[in-house]
């Protein structure tokens, strides 16, 4: 099937930007609030959701122009995204479990991208 890059483009600018309001989502879980309502409503929480419903567009508009299988497997990246966010922000640690699993995800994005 033919698609067009444009597409291919949107979702993973899609992706990497719900990887984003994921990261901003835990962050604002880091802090202490006064109350339910704050712990809800504040800016930090309010943008990453608007951040979520926006990438959803964005995935509904990349859909038409490519294999819904393809956004599968660009999905993926969603996992790289989120364990470099961690490193660098969080201090998370990296075992060869983690390195092992990401370079599957690649050479399997990879390989679907060359067969598939």
């Given amino acids: 099937m033919k698609y067009d890059i444009r597409y291919v483009l949107l979702i993973l600018v899609?992706?990497?930007l719900s990887s984003v309001s994921q990261v901003m989502l835990k962050k604002a879980s880091q802090k202490q609030y006064d109350s339910v309502i704050k712990?809800?409503?504040n800016?930090?929480?309010i943008f990453a959701y608007l951040l979520f419903f926006g990438t959803t567009l964005m995935a509904i508009i990349a859909y038409r122009g490519i294999p819904l299988s393809m956004g599968a497997v660009l999905e993926s990246t969603c996992y790289i995204y989120v364990t470099v966010f961690g490193v660098k922000l969080f201090g998370?640690?990296?075992?060869a479990g983690k390195i092992l699993a990401l370079l599957l995800i690649i050479?399997?994005?990879?390989?679907y991208s060359i067969f598939g």
Avoid: C, D, R, T
């Fill in 43 to 45: 800016p930090l929480v």
């Fill in 39 to 41: 712990e809800y409503l």
């Fill in 107 to 111: 050479a399997g994005i990879s390989v």
């Fill in 92 to 95: 998370e640690k990296i075992n």
């Fill in 14 to 16: 899609a992706f990497f």
